[in-house]
T-cell receptor, first 119, second 117 residues
Framework: GAGVSQSPRYKVAKRGQDVALRCDPI?????LFWYQQALGQGPEFLTY????????KSGLPSDRFFAERPEGSVSTLKIQRTQQEDSAVYLC?????????????????FGPGTRLTVL | KQEVTQIPAALSVPEGENLVLNCSFT??????LQWFRQDPGKGLTSLLL?????REQTSGRLNASLDKSSGRSTLYIAASQPGDSATYLC????????????????FGQGTILTVHP
């Protein structure tokens, strides 16, 4: 399909394990975002890439969280030494700036998310 | 810091009703506002995007309005159907210094909508 894909869809980890979550954005989309969504809450921003450059990582909750996008396409979010409070759905989104009605629009398209459960 | 609030948190209506979902935000310096739909176990689907210079956007039975000065947006759903049952999320895209934006969205907590036959 032509949408954003994420893998795995579900991940169960024991506390202390490292995990890696993958995002395949829509082809040609320059911008890529990671969000964290806790149960019953709205998504919260984690980090932003423009091509391979990580321009904003202000939302990463601790230094255990690390994201990369080495070739400006696929991105990986890595969480080291997982804790129970890391349990959430991790959403990836990509966007492309287009002109609509004479305005620059950067509409984001989201993947299905990875549900991480830390036991 | 931008804060986004959605009211009500949950709404249950019979099929056919017209309904309004509310979103308020504290910082009016926004680039645009998006309404999303989220079905259980799935990602977000964009419904409508309103630029800061626009007052409303329409798509089928959906109409979204924006009053930037008062920090409010509403999503109007006409003639609701059971298939409209989902969580609806409002997200604000901030306007940065220089008038640009790269899309760092701040979300509300969502309104859980149930439309029963």
């Amino acid at each position: 399909g032509a949408g954003v894909s994420q893998s795995p869809r579900y991940k169960v980890a024991k506390r202390g394990q490292d995990v890696a979550l993958r995002c395949d954005p829509i082809s040609g989309h320059v911008s890529l975002f990671w969000y964290q969504q806790a149960l019953g809450q709205g998504p919260e921003f984690l980090t932003y890439f423009q091509n391979e450059a990580q321009l904003d990582k202000s939302g990463l909750p601790s230094d255990r969280f690390f994201a990369e996008r080495p070739e400006g396409s696929v991105s990986t979010l890595k969480i080291q030494r997982t804790q129970q409070e890391d349990s959430a759905v991790y959403l990836c989104a990509s966007s492309l700036i287009v002109l609509r009605d004479g305005l620059r629009v950067n509409e984001q398209f989201f993947g299905p998310g990875t549900r991480l459960t830390v036991l | 810091k931008q804060e986004v609030t959605q009211i009500p948190a949950a709404l249950s209506v019979p099929e056919g009703e017209n309904l309004v979902l509310n979103c308020s935000f504290t910082d009016s310096a926004i680039y645009n506002l998006q309404w999303f739909r989220q079905d259980p176990g799935k990602g977000l689907t964009s419904l409508l995007l309103i630029q800061s210079s626009q007052r409303e956007q329409t798509s089928g039975r959906l109409n979204a309005s924006l009053d930037k000065s008062s920090g409010r947006s509403t999503l109007y759903i006409a003639a609701s159907q059971p298939g409209d049952s989902a969580t609806y999320l409002c997200a604000v895209n901030p306007r940065l210094y220089g008038g640009t934006s790269y899309g760092k969205l701040t979300f509300g907590q969502g309104t859980i909508l149930t439309v029963h036959p």
